[in-house]
Structure formats: structure tokens, C-alpha cells
């Protein structure tokens, strides 16, 4: 695990991070650990890896990134990316897929909003990369 804060100097400076290079922005955490992990690997060749990542590491580097066998990346997903499956988009694929379970999830009042319950599918399966 790594920790981090954003500098106070950069705060506020989001269309200069967008503009550089990966290995510059702070998405370049999520690439630091899959390498981490691909370390790891190959000290534990019987053992299936896999790193988990909010939104933020919806980074398409990431994806594309080589990474050995065994080694697996789960990410909660930001983008609707292009995918190699028969729907062609992410949003769909996981749409298509069975649900494997379900739960509620109490989601607190918040300014006008009042108290509710959110249902929640878990849906998953394997996904790649691919250009529309």
C-alpha cells in the first residue's frame, strides 16, 4: 500500500496533469503497482495476484501495460472504453453478463436528499482492451 497527499502548489492545476505524460501524473501510482505486483510474481510463481483500484485507476496505460501470468488488475470502471467483446463497449459487456449476486446498501440523507436504500448487482467477468 502507498500513501500519498497532493502537493498544495499543484492544487487546482488539473489541466497541466492532463497535459503530461503519464509517468508525470499521479496516475503513475497505479503503473508503480503493477509492477510491484509483477515482482512479486516471480517470487511466488503459484500464486494468482491481482491489484484493486477505485476509479481513479480507469487509466488506460494500466490496461495496456504488460503484466505475466497471474497477474490480474481489478478496477472499478469510470470510462464506457471500447472492449473486446460482441457489445464493443464496456457498459453493455457488463450489462450482458448474469448477475452474481445482490445486496443493499443504506445511503445516508444528504442536503435535500432523504435516506434511501440502494440495490446493488454485482456483476464481473474478464474484459480486454480493444480500439473502435
Request: glycine share 6%.
Amino acid at each position: 500500500m502507498k500513501t500519498w497527499t497532493r502537493a498544495e502548489a499543484t492544487k487546482g492545476s488539473a489541466a497541466q496533469r492532463k497535459s503530461r505524460p503519464v509517468h508525470e501524473k499521479e496516475s503513475a501510482k497505479w503503473i508503480e503497482g503493477l509492477a510491484h505486483l509483477s515482482a512479486l510474481k516471480s517470487r511466488c510463481a503459484q500464486t494468482q495476484l491481482v491489484g484493486i483500484g477505485d476509479r481513479e485507476s480507469d487509466v488506460y496505460e494500466l490496461f495496456a501495460a504488460e503484466r505475466p501470468d497471474g497477474v490480474d488488475w481489478l478496477v472499478r470502471a469510470a470510462w464506457n472504453r471500447c472492449a473486446r467483446h460482441p457489445q464493443r463497449y464496456l457498459w453493455q459487456a457488463v450489462l450482458d453478463t448474469p448477475a452474481a449476486g445482490y445486496t443493499e446498501l443504506l445511503i445516508p440523507a444528504r442536503g435535500a436528499r432523504t435516506l434511501r436504500t440502494a440495490r446493488l448487482t454485482l456483476r464481473y467477468g474478464g474484459v480486454r482492451n480493444s480500439v473502435c
